[in-house]
């Protein structure tokens, strides 16, 4: 095994994806912000968003001295504004708990809101690089196919796979063996498509050697985003973000199948802290 990690370690030399921004900063800020951005949105989408959000709120303390409301307006389009949320109360707590120095620790990172187990570990070993075990579903999908030799980690328990990713864990420089994996996750043993012809544990590859049991079937059409009650209070965010509006407005902003679940939207959105009341009808909080 240890020859196949010096060629990973090879192989994230030359293909390793070390033009996105946060990889080229160890700001424990920076990296939690890319490692929220990315929970659930793609690379590419996330790139211009980070940029734009460091350019205009470059500590914790600037965006905790702007307006939670900003916040959700800059994440406009990004979806799954909870997350936007997150930041500015993890800003916020950033700069009461640390004095408005971002920790590195992952104990007291995981402490913020909206931080993980994996978040937390993820900043302490990409900003403070520190020896620990990271696995986000692309490292967790190749640590799963690789050493454990089943095609999909979900069936593992925790423990198995940290058992699995500490024992790969080299000495020095655990930043780029965890990036290494991640990428490799991303552009090689991709979920269902896994290219081993280029991959660079394919000799030792416990999922390949055994044949490649129970290997993911063809994806399933998914279901149109816009009949989902995500899609609707995205939408009704969106059409905050403009201003207040009264329930019938936000009614008439969204698809007829939505129309008899706009109260229900907004619940859930004030119960999330993402909307408030404002006088007759509704509002971004602050
Ligand atoms: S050999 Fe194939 S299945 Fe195994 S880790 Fe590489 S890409 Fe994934």
Redesign the pocket.
């Known amino acids: 095994m240890r020859e196949a990690m010096a060629e990973l370690g090879e192989w994230y030399r030359e293909r390793g994806r070390h033009e996105l921004p946060w990889r080229g900063t160890r700001d424990p800020y920076a990296v939690f912000l890319s490692e929220v951005m990315l929970q659930q949105t793609q690379v590419e989408r996330v790139r211009p968003y980070w940029e734009r959000w460091m350019a205009r709120w470059p500590s914790p303390a600037a965006l905790a001295g702007s307006p939670l409301a900003e916040a959700i307006r800059e994440w406009a389009g990004l979806g799954y504004n909870r997350r936007a949320l997150h930041l500015h109360r993890a800003a916020v707590a950033v700069v009461e708990r640390h004095d408005g120095a971002f920790p590195a620790n992952e104990a007291a990172v995981r402490a913020l809101p909206g931080a993980g187990e994996y978040t937390a570990a993820a900043v302490a070993c990409f900003a403070g690089e520190v020896r620990t075990f990271v696995a986000d579903t692309n490292i967790a999908r190749?640590l799963a196919?690789?050493t454990v030799g089943v095609a999909a980690h979900r069936g593992l328990s925790r423990g198995a796979l940290r058992t699995a990713g500490e024992a790969l864990l080299p000495d020095a420089d655990a930043r780029s063996h965890n990036l290494a994996l991640m990428d490799l996750g991303a552009l090689?043993?991709t979920p269902r498509t896994?290219?081993?012809d280029a991959?660079p544990?394919?000799r030792t590859?416990a999922?390949?050697a055994a044949g490649y049991p129970g290997a993911p079937p063809p994806a399933k059409p998914a279901t149109p985003f816009e009949t989902t009650a995500r899609f609707a209070r995205g939408r009704i965010v969106d059409a905050l973000r403009r201003g207040p509006r009264l329930e019938a407005e936000l009614r008439g902003a969204l698809p007829p199948e939505h129309a008899s679940r706009v109260e229900e939207y907004l619940a859930a959105l004030a119960r999330d802290g993402l909307v408030a009341r404002a006088g007759e009808g509704w509002a971004l909080p602050g």
Request: glycine fraction near 0%; include cysteine.
């Open positions: 190749v196919r690789a090689v043993c896994p290219a081993c991959c544990l394919a590859c999922w390949k």
